[in-house]
């Protein structure tokens, strides 16, 4: 869970800085795949608990 806990806190701090930035679409993408990442690792936990 703690892995899992600090991938959400690096997400969410990401996501901060490009709100704040204003960012280009280059940061998005690389956003949008720590997001699916940290999908993965929510199924995969999931998967494991079922």
Do not use: A, G
């Not at 280059?26 to 199924?43: A, C, G, M, T, V």
């Amino acid at each position: 869970m703690s892995v899992f806990s600090d991938k959400i806190n690096d997400l969410n701090d990401k996501l901060d800085d490009i709100i704040i930035k204003q960012s280009e679409r280059h940061n998005i993408y690389k956003l949008s795949q720590e997001l699916d990442e940290l999908i993965i690792l929510f199924y995969q936990k999931n998967k494991h608990t079922k």
